[in-house]
């Protein structure tokens, strides 16, 4: 039997994906239609091993979280639990805490994952590479290539190619070490809480943990903590995924997941994909419609558009590579491209909104987004997707272009490159 813990972070965490997560926790904000963590826990439910899925945060538990995971326990007709932490305890600390809930039942062991990545989760190819490896404790880790110049955004591990044993592990290093990246799905066996209690019991007598003076003294990090240390051991193995992989951390990644995520669903179950019909609305590549969003059948959606519940579009209306928060509305001839448009805001007729994608190459799966920074280094605003907000109201023949507007925001003007607050 196996287990599934993913790490939510809480409401100091995903701070880059505002304003979106100021309406909801990030992990729940919906890309290609589902929440992100849904992502996760349909990956976890295709092992017939796993039993049960934990989730670790610090959030306070709230109406959105509980109907979430409800729903979502039902429709995979799997155990799903919420254990928040009293604080940010890092990526192992909150493991740590409630070891005794992650080992009840025995696990043969237990995968972790970060809330925020994205990925077609090879995860019983990974099992199978973690049964294969030499006996005795193990531990494996999910990677992925990058460029020399991106690697240096995550952990970066440096392994035997033979035995894929990792030698060498280093957390987001200052010069390049190696293109294999943490993709921050692990599959660990129970022993590693050995590990992570001694450095809990070190950090006990230390004056400070982790890096700053704000962390709890129980707050562990996987990287640095663990793997780190770990490393060249004989117990760290790398996995490394040929499939596609991103980090959701800001707005503009949310747009490249959706694209992602929407190309796994015309590859796993394309049932779920809207058709060209006679009287419906021109589809163009993948797009996914939810059943209650009303659409015009003279609308041309695609490719890479998610449309929400509740949505209602136009006649006319031109939508591509964007996602439509729930409640929405589109007016006749408006266009929407390369962006979000929050829960219940309202496009007018003939207007346009329009953002810039982050990705610099749409076709590659291997692409990382190079930066996910708001502002360059001479403080300008990057070149960015748009975003309204919920409650935006853009009106009648007006364009937004390269824009975050903040909610309940209505526009008089048309603007360009702007944060509007
Ligand atoms: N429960 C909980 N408690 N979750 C946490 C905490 C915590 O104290 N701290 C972080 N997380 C969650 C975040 O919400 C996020 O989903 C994930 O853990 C990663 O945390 P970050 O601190 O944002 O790390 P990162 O994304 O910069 O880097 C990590 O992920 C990369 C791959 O996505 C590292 O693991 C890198 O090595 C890795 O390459």
Redesign the pocket.
């Given at each position: 039997m196996l287990k599934a813990v993913i790490?939510?972070?809480?409401p100091q965490?995903g701070t880059r994906f505002r304003p979106l997560s100021l309406e909801l926790p990030k992990p729940l904000f919906p890309v290609a239609g589902f929440p992100i963590i849904y992502h996760h826990i349909e990956a976890c439910c295709m092992v017939s091993e796993v039993k049960e899925i934990l989730l670790?945060?610090?959030y306070q538990p709230s109406e959105a979280l509980n109907r979430f995971i409800q729903t979502t326990q039902q429709k995979f007709k799997i155990n799903i639990r919420y254990l928040q932490?009293y604080t940010?305890?890092?990526?192992a600390?909150?493991l740590y805490h409630f070891r005794d809930q992650i080992l009840s039942g025995n696990p043969e062991g237990f995968f972790v994952f970060?809330?925020?990545?994205c990925c077609d989760f090879p995860l019983n190819d990974m099992y199978t590479f973690h049964k294969n490896l030499p006996n005795g404790t193990k531990y494996t880790i999910l990677a992925t290539e990058a460029t020399r110049k991106q690697s240096l955004n995550?952990?970066c591990l440096v392994e035997n190619p033979e035995t894929h044993e990792v030698l060498h592990y280093v957390?987001k290093p200052q010069t390049f070490v190696s293109s294999i990246?943490?993709?921050?799905v692990y599959l660990l066996s129970p022993e590693i809480f050995d590990r992570i209690g001694r450095v809990f019991q070190l950090n006990q007598n230390e004056i400070f943990s982790c890096d700053s003076f704000t962390q709890a003294k129980d707050c562990i990090r996987?990287?640095q903590d663990i793997f780190t240390p770990l490393a060249g051991t004989g117990s760290l193995f790398v996995f490394k995924t040929q499939g596609f992989w991103s980090?959701i951390k800001s707005a503009g990644s949310a747009i490249y997941a959706n694209r992602l995520y929407l190309g796994l669903y015309h590859r796993n179950h394309p049932e779920i994909l809207a058709l060209n019909e006679d009287g419906k609305p021109k589809i163009i590549g993948d797009v996914y419609i939810h059943p209650k969003a009303n659409v015009d059948p003279s609308a041309t959606l695609g490719p890479n558009v998610t449309v929400g519940e509740n949505v209602t579009i136009g006649a006319g209306v031109r939508v591509r590579e964007s996602i439509l928060l729930p409640g929405a509305t589109l007016q006749d001839h408006c266009c929407i491209l390369n962006s979000i448009v929050g829960w219940n805001s309202l496009v007018g007729a003939w207007s346009r909104v329009e953002g810039t994608p982050s990705d610099p190459n749409p076709n590659d799966k291997h692409a990382k987004i190079d930066s996910d920074a708001l502002f360059n280094s001479d403080g300008r605003l990057n070149p960015s997707i748009t975003i309204l907000g919920q409650h935006v109201i853009v009106p009648d023949e007006t364009i937004v272009l390269n824009s975050i507007i903040m909610p309940h925001k209505e526009l008089g003007l048309s603007y360009k490159n702007e944060i509007l607050l």
């Open positions: 790490l939510i972070g809480g965490k670790i945060g610090f932490e940010s305890l890092g990526t600390g909150g970060n809330g925020d990545v995550y952990g957390e990246i943490n993709g921050g996987f990287e980090q």
